[in-house]
């Protein structure tokens, strides 16, 4: 069998791990250990040469193990076979979502540069675009909903600074609506302010919908960021980030990633390799699971409005844009409730097998307020113009039966006791 037949799920049991080194191990053990010894002095020597760059690696040299923050096999495996699910050249592993995102942007960007963002951002990522890059002169540029490539283009125009544009920072689908931006337009814009000396980089942040659903390095992306700790862990027993892309920007994102010291630890990057063997499983009913879940929302007499990406119609652009770039509609679903906060609230704290908490992609169903909890940090202003409202529920779709989760939404939404006639 040839190695390029097989499809990643197929090989993340065994993919880049050798048991002769492990005493035969038929699993990867825990390198839990910060040093490793090197045979010879002379060994040391070269390891460390090529760690610095002091020489070129040789065609078929591997850095050898030198320090934990350096490299581990642990991190190692791990990052190659994250590599196979988005066809990445190298992928640095962090030790949380948020580690890998503050670390590309400054990484690639610099004081007096320019960054075109998408609207809603995770609220951690649009605090450090809004609070701290700004703090080191970065110029910022956030793009909503809805604004055509010919709109973008303009506001970058009118920053006075278009020669600047080192990045755009994609989120999609977008926190916590499902609002979708087409990758491969923004690609087109990032090329048009390309010049010789400097590309303008395409970084998407792909926590929704991958490793499976999406893949932007596909649709014209340079760089796609993970919060690990969602589908990719996908138990809710760990924080963890990925960064992945080309070879000669990711020397760039470990080089840093070494220096800040913001690596995954080896227990957490073992713990990912074993999510890692059951990703297609657990995603594949995930979503299977949200669109029968979908089907009942939809109907449902208390429930205004259902935004999910299997909902879009056929023939509108975000249609369009959804079916280039997506495999399946995800297992994220929010919906507005008829009513208010108090109604979202009597909803959320009678619900008894999903449970009420932030985060998403996990084994088990989640539901949360995002006006009041994971977006409670967001201008009301851009909240009311992203429907981030105070009927806002969303809700992460887990491995459960369908039928229990279904059950459960009916009974809490059965003691939503609401005037429902007046606005649906
Ligand atoms: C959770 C999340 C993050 C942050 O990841 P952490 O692992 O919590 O640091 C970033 N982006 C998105 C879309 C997320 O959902």
């Given at each position: 069998?040839k190695?390029?037949?097989l499809n ?8 880049g ?6 005493e ?28 610095y760059?002091?020489?070129e ?10 320090y ?13 076979r ?49 609070h701290f ?34 990045m755009i ?22 090329k ?11 970084a ?6 991958g490793?499976?659903?999406q ?22 027993d ?7 892309g ?43 699971n ?15 409005k ?7 119609k ?28 108090k ?6 704290n ?26 409670a940090?967001?201008?009301?202003q ?7 409202t ?5 809700i992460?779709i ?21 005037a ?5």
């Amino acid at each position: 069998m040839k190695k390029h037949d097989l499809n990643p799920e197929s090989l993340m049991m065994t993919y880049g791990y050798k048991p002769e080194l492990s005493e035969g191990a038929i699993k990867c053990p825990i390198f839990q250990t910060s040093t490793f010894v090197f045979k010879t002095a002379e060994e040391g020597k070269t390891f460390f040469e090529l760690a610095y760059g002091l020489r070129e690696k040789s065609p078929k040299e591997e850095l050898g193990l030198i320090y934990s923050r350096i490299n581990n096999p642990n991190l190692e495996i791990l990052e190659n076979r994250l590599c196979l699910w988005d066809k990445a050249e190298d992928c640095a592993v962090f030790e949380s979502g948020m580690s890998a995102i503050s670390t590309v942007l400054l990484e690639f960007l610099t004081p007096g540069d320019v960054l075109v963002y998408s609207n809603p951002l995770y609220g951690g990522t649009d605090h450090f675009i809004k609070h701290f890059l700004t703090k080191i002169g970065v110029h910022t540029v956030g793009v909503m909903p809805g604004q055509s490539v010919d709109e973008v283009i303009k506001m970058i125009e009118d920053s006075g600074k278009a020669d600047r544009l080192a990045m755009i920072y994609l989120e999609t689908p977008a926190n916590p609506t499902n609002t979708i931006v087409d990758i491969e337009k923004y690609s087109l814009i990032a090329k048009k302010y390309s010049t010789e000396q400097r590309k303008t980089l395409l970084a998407v942040d792909n926590t929704y919908m991958g490793p499976l659903w999406q893949h932007p390095l596909q649709c014209g992306a340079d760089l796609v960021l993970y919060s690990a700790t969602k589908y990719i862990g996908g138990h809710s027993d760990l924080i963890a980030g990925a960064v992945l892309g080309n070879a000669e920007l990711m020397v760039r994102v470990k080089t840093l990633r070494t220096f800040l010291g913001n690596m995954i630890s080896p227990h957490t990057a073992w713990l990912l390799l074993r999510s890692l063997e059951t990703l297609k499983v657990r995603m594949d009913q995930q979503t299977q699971n949200a669109q029968v879940i979908v089907d009942f929302l939809n109907n449902h007499p208390k429930i205004k409005k259902v935004y999910y990406l299997g909902l879009l119609k056929e023939g509108t652009e975000t249609y369009e844009t959804y079916k280039k770039q997506c495999s399946a509609p995800g297992a994220m679903v929010s919906f507005d409730i008829i009513g208010g906060e108090k109604e979202a609230f009597m909803f959320l704290n009678n619900l008894q097998l999903i449970k009420l908490a932030v985060s998403l992609g996990s084994t088990e169903s989640l539901a949360e307020h995002p006006k009041t909890m994971t977006h409670a940090g967001v201008e009301e202003q851009q909240r009311q113009q992203m429907n981030i409202t105070d009927q806002l529920v969303r809700i992460s779709i887990g491995v459960e039966h369908s039928k229990d989760l279904i059950l459960d939404l009916e009974q809490a939404l059965e003691k939503v006791n609401i005037a429902v006639t007046m606005e649906r």
